[in-house]
């Protein structure tokens, strides 16, 4: 088992910055990704950007391409997201997953309970 969990979520106006970061623990070697989804009200999730335990960064939505950075420290067994200039679209509940490499949610077995990113204008 894998356990995920999320912080660094909140309200923030346009423009501004946030890092979220999950913390994973139990079996994290077994799993070779971690991806941060989101879900926005009446909205299907949607993956952010994906990172492998071993290196490099994949990235899906072009809107998203330059404003967000995923990282990890695996000493630490925590990956980041840092947003910058956060658009009111940004908003939804974000999610950490832990799996196979890939930008669906099918491939990852483990998730985070989330955490509400809220962007005013």
């Known amino acids: 088992q894998v356990q995920l969990v999320e912080s660094g979520g909140g309200l923030v106006q346009a423009g501004g910055s946030l890092r979220l970061s999950c913390a994973a623990s139990?079996?994290?070697?077994?799993?070779?990704?971690m991806a941060w989804f989101r879900q926005a009200p009446g909205k299907e999730r949607e993956f952010v950007a994906g990172?492998?335990?071993?290196?490099?960064?994949?990235y899906h939505a072009e809107s998203m391409e330059g404003r967000f950075t995923m990282s990890r420290d695996n000493a630490k067994n925590t990956v980041y997201l840092q947003m910058n200039s956060l658009k009111p679209e940004d908003t939804a509940v974000y999610y950490c997953?832990?799996?196979?490499?890939?930008?669906?949610?099918?491939?990852?077995?483990?998730w985070g309970q989330g955490t509400q990113v809220t962007v005013s204008s």
């Open positions: 997953a832990a799996g196979s490499v890939g930008a669906l949610m099918s491939q990852y077995e483990f």
């Open positions: 139990g079996r994290t070697f077994s799993r070779s990704a």
């Open positions: 990172i492998k335990w071993s290196g490099g960064s994949i």
